[in-house]
């Protein structure tokens, strides 16, 4: 089984970027592979499939360790792990997000899965990072673009920073990147 890990660093304290993680809701706002369709009903959150239909989403319990882990249940036998980790790193914080690749996805399957990844990623960053997620918890207007005020515009161009990837398959010394090559 091929996975691929990316990382992203926010300027933003980690325990901030931890309780914005620990909130469903807030996928729909970056998180592609989820989207705006995300409800909450009868206690239980769900998406709407590409193909149809609605598919469970469960996300890992508030907790204090960064980990806001998510899995896409299509169907009763078929659970697609999202596994998200925030840690802290000096005043902010690295975010990774590793993905596994389904049995049988295609090369074209796989690619747009790890495009969709790492928009999301730069998304969360623009999110979280455009004036603090706190203070937007309740808010679903854009964030605004560029620095907040009080920010110096280097901090927060600190955080876009390049999204790095890395992949493994089952044998740690298998180092390849994620991204197929381009034809």
């Known amino acids: 089984m091929q996975a691929c890990t990316m990382q992203i660093s926010i300027a933003r304290p980690w325990r901030e970027v931890c309780g ?27 998406v709407r499939r590409p193909r149809g239909g609605w598919a469970k989403v469960r996300f890992s319990e508030r907790n204090a360790f960064g980990v806001a882990d998510h899995w896409l249940l299509e169907d009763e036998d078929h659970a697609r792990l999202v596994a998200l980790r925030a840690l802290p790193h000096g005043e902010g914080c690295e975010v990774l997000l590793t993905l ?3 049995h049988g996805s295609d090369e074209a399957a796989w690619a747009r899965q790890l495009a969709a990844a ?11 990072d455009g004036g603090g997620a706190a203070q937007r918890a309740d808010d679903d207007a854009a964030p605004p673009a560029g620095p907040s005020p009080g920010r110096p515009a280097m901090v927060a161009a600190r955080s876009r920073a390049r999204i790095a990837l890395t992949a493994a398959s089952q044998r740690p010394s298998a180092q390849r990147p994620c991204m197929p090559a381009s034809s």
């Not at 790492?118 to 979280?128: A, K, M």
């Open 20 to 46: 914005f993680l620990a909130e469903p809701r807030h996928y729909a706002r970056w998180a592609s592979w989820i989207g705006p369709s995300l409800r909450h009903r009868g206690g239980e959150w769900s």
């Open 100 to 102: 596994f690749r389904e």
């Open 118 to 128: 790492q928009q999301g990623l730069q998304q969360l960053c623009d999110v979280v």
